[in-house]
């Protein structure tokens, strides 16, 4: 059922609609534009966001003991738009691909391998009795449907979206499912493109003592000759009760029936390991991300320390992992709104430093080359740069800056290279407004194997204002997304166009 929260008089009344999860409600209609719904909306959580634990973790925490309220907007119906253009290269027209309502915001994004015309993302969505939505087209992303998926028998729903098609068009989405004091990730599939989902089903526990499964992120073999065709990875940081952590990734091979969960590495308070991500190339090995920072900054968290991006990487399908090796140190934004691991300039919102990866699994110049992207605090803004190893891993480049000249902020950036080995990059950018504050979705490539980046492409048609994300610039994330369909790009963001929450925007660059 919608969690609808009435703002009146000051005091918080939380209101179940008795409709399913995306039906509007007339009491919500008649909050709608008053003085009291915009002191509402603006509202900054008051929780306490200095915490290693993924930012959806802590929002659903708090909507569980009735700390946080949860806006909800009326939107117009939008039409559905074709998600093309022409003459190349050109950026598509956006659509909204979430229902609209209340927030939603981190927002993965894939594509079937073998229907292009099937698109699924994803958000921790909070018209979600489980904070946890999908969105799934059937029509190369003109129009979506909408799914809230369920949750494990005695569980609660903690957000955290992860999406994947296997090489028989089923689709898989995973999230983090809090049950007593520790969490497991679950995961549902479909056979019909997201008309219908399995009953949910358990699949990475974590490894004892670190029982507390955060920030997963899912990754499918799809390439058809892999000697791992369909095995299904998921990475994962894990938690002890003293905030130790782990990288760990689980993996099946039988289409989600088992499980193995394999750690990584491991890290000892206050050194945090934390926000990995997955690729896999095309001869099955496996590849996986994560960021390393020290919670000894000047406010007892990783904000304003240097961080390390860190690699490993598995030859044997997720059996066993090689040593860690780092790829590039990042400085992290300071502290300044009580966030552990760096606040967004201007503003309430946490910011992340999740290390995409991919691998050029064509036959081109620079095939089976490995990108990573990150961002990197220069003192007064953020800044995205990509590393690249033409080595397996073993050893990476210089990180080449993507928007050169920018001037103000970028962050929570993305990278996933084409079936022709083309480097995509997307991030969210600042640069088109003066004071700082409003962003647009970006993107650029890269053709000459990371050494450098074609010039920005604004995706987005309308600028956000983070002080709309539906937490009064308290929460939009920690993560983007994007996907090569063909030779477009699609990026997928929190927009705030609505001017009341934060919404899943699908946009594109057609090269």
Same mark, same amino acid.
């Given at each position: 059922?919608?969690?609808?929260?009435?703002?009146?008089?000051?005091?918080?009344?939380?209101?179940?609609?008795?409709?399913?999860?995306?039906?509007?409600?007339?009491?919500?209609?008649?909050?709608?534009?008053?003085?009291?719904?915009?002191?509402?909306?603006?509202?900054?959580?008051?929780?306490?966001?200095?915490?290693?634990?993924?930012?959806?973790?802590?929002?659903?925490?708090?909507?569980?003991?009735?700390?946080?309220?949860?806006?909800?907007?009326?939107?117009?119906?939008?039409?559905?738009?074709?998600?093309?253009?022409?003459?190349?290269?050109?950026?598509?027209?956006?659509?909204?691909?979430?229902?609209?309502?209340?927030?939603?915001?981190?927002?993965?994004?894939?594509?079937?391998?073998?229907?292009?015309?099937?698109?699924?993302?994803?958000?921790?969505?909070?018209?979600?009795?489980?904070?946890?939505?999908?969105?799934?087209?059937?029509?190369?992303?003109?129009?979506?449907?909408?799914?809230?998926?369920?949750?494990?028998?005695?569980?609660?729903?903690?957000?955290?979206?992860?999406?994947?098609?296997?090489?028989?068009?089923?689709?898989? #989405?995973?999230?983090?499912?809090? #049950?007593?004091?520790?969490?497991?990730?679950?995961?549902?599939?479909?056979?019909?493109?997201?008309?219908?989902?399995?009953?949910?089903?358990?699949?990475?526990?974590?490894?004892?003592?670190?029982?507390? &499964?955060?920030?997963?992120?899912?990754?499918?073999?799809?390439?058809?000759?892999?000697?791992?065709?369909?095995? #299904?990875?998921?990475?994962?940081?894990?938690?002890?009760?003293?905030?130790?952590? #782990?990288?760990? &990734?689980?993996?099946?091979?039988?289409?989600?029936?088992?499980?193995?969960?394999?750690?990584?590495?491991?890290?000892?308070?206050?050194?945090?390991?934390?926000?990995?991500?997955?690729?896999?190339?095309?001869?099955?090995?496996?590849?996986?991300?994560?960021?390393?920072?020290?919670?000894?900054?000047?406010?007892?968290?990783?904000?304003?320390?240097?961080?390390?991006?860190?690699?490993?990487?598995?030859?044997? @399908?997720?059996?066993?992992?090689?040593?860690?090796?780092?790829?590039?140190?990042?400085?992290?934004?300071?502290?300044?709104?009580?966030?552990?691991?760096?606040?967004?300039?201007?503003?309430?919102?946490?910011?992340?430093?999740?290390?995409?990866?991919?691998?050029?699994?064509?036959?081109?110049?620079?095939?089976?080359?490995?990108?990573?992207?990150?961002?990197?605090?220069?003192?007064?803004?953020?800044?995205?740069?990509?590393?690249?190893?033409?080595?397996?891993?073993?050893?990476?480049?210089?990180?080449?800056? &993507?928007?050169?000249?920018?001037?103000?902020?970028?962050?929570?950036?993305?990278? %996933?290279?084409?079936? %022709?080995?083309?480097?995509?990059?997307?991030?969210?950018?600042?640069?088109?407004?003066?004071?700082?504050?409003?962003?647009?979705?970006?993107?650029?490539?890269?053709?000459? @194997?990371?050494?450098?980046?074609?010039?920005?492409?604004?995706?987005?048609?309308?600028?956000?204002?983070?002080?709309?994300?539906?937490?009064?610039?308290?929460?939009?994330?920690?993560?983007?997304?994007?996907?090569?369909?063909?030779?477009?790009?699609?990026?997928?963001?929190?927009?705030?166009?609505? @001017?009341?929450?934060?919404?899943?925007?699908?946009?594109?660059?057609?090269?």
């Amino acid at each position: 059922m919608i969690i609808a929260a009435l703002a009146l008089t000051g005091l918080m009344q939380f209101q179940a609609a008795p409709a399913n999860d995306f039906q509007m409600t007339t009491a919500l209609q008649q909050i709608a534009g008053t003085s009291n719904y915009a002191r509402y909306v603006n509202y900054a959580p008051r929780i306490n966001m200095r915490s290693p634990v993924s930012g959806s973790v802590l929002i659903a925490q708090a909507i569980r003991a009735g700390k946080l309220r949860i806006p909800y907007a009326i939107r117009p119906q939008v039409s559905p738009d074709n998600l093309n253009c022409s003459p190349v290269p050109c950026t598509t027209p956006n659509v909204q691909a979430s229902n609209g309502g209340s927030p939603a915001n981190e927002t993965p994004i894939t594509v079937d391998p073998n229907n292009s015309m099937h698109l699924l993302s994803g958000a921790n969505d909070y018209n979600c009795s489980a904070v946890e939505g999908f969105y799934a087209s059937s029509n190369g992303g003109s129009t979506w449907n909408h799914t809230c998926m369920n949750v494990l028998s005695g569980a609660s729903g903690d957000g955290d979206p992860g999406v994947g098609y296997d090489t028989n068009h089923v689709a898989y #989405i995973t999230a983090i499912d809090a #049950i007593g004091s520790g969490s497991v990730i679950a995961f549902e599939k479909s056979t019909n493109n997201g008309t219908t989902w399995s009953a949910p089903a358990q699949a990475v526990v974590g490894i004892s003592p670190w029982t507390f &499964v955060d920030k997963p992120w899912t990754q499918i073999d799809d390439t058809p000759t892999s000697p791992g065709k369909d095995d #299904i990875y998921i990475s994962t940081t894990e938690f002890d009760p003293s905030s130790n952590s #782990i990288i760990a &990734v689980g993996h099946s091979t039988d289409h989600g029936s088992t499980w193995h969960n394999v750690k990584v590495d491991s890290a000892v308070y206050p050194v945090v390991d934390q926000f990995s991500d997955l690729a896999i190339g095309k001869d099955g090995t496996v590849y996986v991300t994560w960021m390393r920072c020290s919670a000894t900054g000047p406010t007892g968290d990783c904000g304003g320390t240097t961080s390390m991006i860190m690699f490993a990487k598995s030859t044997n @399908g997720g059996v066993s992992w090689s040593a860690p090796v780092l790829i590039a140190k990042a400085p992290l934004a300071p502290d300044s709104c009580g966030a552990f691991y760096g606040c967004l300039p201007n503003t309430s919102e946490r910011v992340s430093n999740v290390p995409a990866v991919d691998v050029d699994r064509s036959s081109g110049n620079f095939a089976n080359r490995l990108y990573t992207i990150m961002y990197k605090w220069n003192g007064t803004r953020l800044i995205v740069y990509v590393s690249h190893s033409g080595s397996g891993g073993s050893s990476w480049s210089t990180p080449v800056r &993507v928007a050169p000249g920018a001037p103000n902020d970028e962050f929570f950036p993305w990278l %996933t290279t084409s079936s %022709t080995g083309t480097v995509g990059a997307t991030w969210l950018d600042r640069r088109l407004d003066p004071s700082n504050i409003n962003y647009d979705a970006f993107a650029s490539t890269s053709a000459n @194997g990371g050494v450098s980046f074609a010039a920005g492409a604004r995706l987005s048609t309308v600028s956000s204002n983070p002080f709309n994300d539906g937490f009064g610039s308290g929460f939009m994330g920690d993560y983007t997304g994007d996907i090569w369909r063909g030779n477009t790009l699609f990026g997928s963001w929190t927009d705030t166009r609505s @001017g009341t929450t934060g919404q899943d925007e699908i946009g594109g660059l057609k090269i």
